[in-house]
């Protein structure tokens, strides 16, 4: 067996003045690259927190939005003190300068939103995959056009037609000159028919994910309602200048400050260069596109609009003083809970987790406060960060400004947990109603090896009645809800790590988790072979059903209950939720660490009606 340490290893190397091979353009002759170092923690918090562009999409209806390159500046100094560019992709308006993150749309429930998005990228007639800004391997699945670099974008937590979801193989190069197999359109539409959340979109290609994301094609899409309308005014949600959205992301960076994606082949595998990785861990935290950013704040209480737009990094964050108290959990990725849930404790969010926080500042003149993270890599069992860890610093909130109108004391907050304002969430929804399930449905989570010897994470249904056993990307659907049904998906998680599983145009509702035993003997190797070419494609698993055994099911803690769509599902557990299956067509439902998702631990899923 490969070792997982070794592996890990690979993608992870940081450190001052270690060569690295340079993959940043394919080239495959000795030129290497320096890794720029972190700066010592002297040095962190200097910049401001960038606030990307809002656009109000209601006034418009519609909207191009264009993939670009650009120089960006993320905070990066030479050991000198120069600042150092970075080459990036980003998403701006037509007519106007993109940026990285995007600019964070705003759409309001029901009212429609047609979006172009527009692949203006360069190099579009150099050929796949020297086109790319990053080193792609070949060697697994992935979109395969001639020329160009295939994108496609997908709203994160869309309550989207199939067509406009951004489907993996929808992708399409500069100006539509190739398209995937399941492009049907250039206008997506979202109709916006469901509650206010907080919702993102980023690049969804096939095989290529990772990169293009980390290339810098992400950004925000706020969802507004008339319930969050109406708790505004009675400062319960602040807003305006008072709402900031903080995307979190971790980086690698050569010394003349651009982006590096290790690919070098994991140890004792066979595997080509450049290689996916099974995770990827940088030694850089950018929010917002920013290294280590301050946020100069009023004494009074903001929202905060959370996201882990990182490849692999689960964060473990509090503060670095008491802020017991002080932080409120309002909502989660696609709704506000019933009421507002303090957060005194240290709190986790996943790759492609959002979490919606009202922090109080109030009596905090002068206080600086640092968001810290202390997670281990990989997630939960992984290795623990060493003391000098530069991930263990996030941002800081400078409380420095005078305080500007008015701020609703947290302590109010408290008193009406209860019931009644503003302890009451949900005014206009009424309380969060639980669904009632038609059928059950048992998945798997596994994690095999490919033909070259590396780990490739792995997705399984049930297609017998007492097993279930892993497929790939291009095998028959086993997962295929009815039109209108209420299902329970029950994911069996048999790996050594946390996955963030996210399911495409649902939003459910996590029931609890359970303690999974695996006898020895349960799990049987299956071999797995391309479906077209009949080539071996490594080898998954098949999980006996009859020698596990499920423990009792703990309910989810307050802050997991509310609207989701993307859920954490801890090793040795049996994860479960309940969603209605209301759109029918083709939809995806995947692992949101990156590697693993761009690695075949995806599957689509029917609705069929």
Not at 145 to 152: E, Q, R
Not at 169 to 194: C, I, V
Not at 322 to 349: A, C, I, K, S, W
Not at 483 to 506: F, K, Q, S
């Amino acid at each position: 067996m490969i070792s997982r340490r070794g592996l890990l290893r690979t993608g992870a190397a940081v450190g001052t003045g270690l060569l690295l091979p340079d993959v940043l353009r394919q080239q495959a002759h000795a030129d290497t690259y320096l890794l720029l170092p972190p700066p010592p923690p002297g040095q962190r918090f200097v910049n401001l927190l960038p606030l990307p562009q809002r656009v109000d999409a209601t006034l418009v209806g519609q909207l191009h939005v264009q993939m670009e390159e650009l120089q960006q500046w993320l905070g990066l100094t030479s050991p000198s003190g120069n600042k150092l560019m970075t080459t990036v992709w980003g998403y701006g308006l037509r007519g106007q300068k993109a940026s990285y993150p995007g600019p964070t749309l705003e759409a309001f429930k029901n009212v429609p939103l047609v979006v172009e998005w527009r692949n203006t990228l360069p190099r579009p007639l150099l050929p796949f995959p020297r086109a790319h800004l990053l080193p792609v391997d070949t060697s697994i699945h992935l979109a395969r056009p001639g020329f160009g670099v295939p994108t496609v974008t997908h709203l994160h937590g869309g309550h989207t037609e199939p067509e406009s979801d951004g489907l993996p193989e929808a992708w399409f190069t500069q100006r539509y000159l190739e398209r995937g197999p399941d492009w049907s359109k250039p206008l997506y539409r979202y109709d916006n028919t469901q509650e206010a959340g907080t919702l993102w979109y980023h690049d969804h290609t096939l095989g290529i994910t990772r990169l293009n994301v980390y290339a810098g094609l992400a950004g925000f899409y706020l969802l507004r309602d008339e319930n969050e309308q109406w708790l505004k005014p009675l400062n319960v949600l602040p807003g305006g200048p008072y709402e900031i959205v903080l995307a979190i992301q971790d980086r690698m960076f050569t010394d003349q400050g651009q982006l590096f994606y290790p690919a070098t082949p994991p140890p004792d595998t066979t595997a080509p260069f450049p290689s996916v990785l099974p995770e990827f861990f940088g030694d850089f935290i950018l929010v917002n596109g920013m290294a280590w950013p301050r946020l100069e704040v009023e004494p009074r209480q903001y929202r905060l609009r959370m996201l882990n737009g990182s490849d692999s990094r689960f964060y473990r964050l509090f503060f670095n003083q008491d802020m017991r108290g002080r932080v409120f959990q309002v909502g989660t990725e696609l709704g506000l809970l019933n009421h507002p849930v303090p957060l005194d404790e240290p709190f986790v969010l996943a790759p492609g987790e959002r979490r919606d926080l009202v922090i109080d500042f109030k009596g905090l003149e002068g206080a600086r406060l640092t968001l810290h993270n202390d997670a281990p890599v990989p997630f939960p069992a992984g290795d623990p960060l060493a003391p000098e860890d530069p991930t263990r610093d996030i941002m800081r909130f400078d409380v420095s400004l005078p305080l500007r109108g008015h701020s609703w004391p947290s302590s109010e907050v408290r008193k009406a947990l209860p019931g009644g304002i503003p302890g009451t969430l949900r005014p206009k929804h009424g309380p969060l109603q639980p669904l009632t399930a038609t059928r059950e449905r048992k998945v798997l989570l596994f994690e095999g090896t490919d033909s070259f010897g590396r780990i490739k994470p792995l997705l399984g249904g049930q297609v017998q009645p007492q097993r279930l056993e892993t497929f790939l990307w291009d095998e028959p659907i086993t997962e295929n809800p009815v039109l209108g049904a209420v299902e329970v998906w029950e994911i069996y998680n048999v790996t050594a790590d946390a996955h963030p599983i996210h399911l495409h145009m649902v939003h459910f509702q996590v029931l609890g988790r359970a303690p999974l035993t695996v006898a020895e003997g349960a799990v049987t190797p299956k071999e797995h072979f391309d479906p077209h070419t009949g080539e071996s494609e490594g080898t998954g698993g098949i999980l006996d059903l009859t020698q596990v055994s499920v423990g009792g099911v703990q309910p989810p803690p307050p802050d997991e209950q509310g609207w989701k769509d993307t859920v954490q599902a801890f090793p040795g557990e049996v994860t479960r939720i309940v969603a209605r299956f209301d759109r029918p067509g083709r939809y995806a439902w995947h692992c949101h660490i990156l590697s693993h998702e761009d690695h075949e631990m995806m599957r689509p899923y029917q609705v069929v009606g």
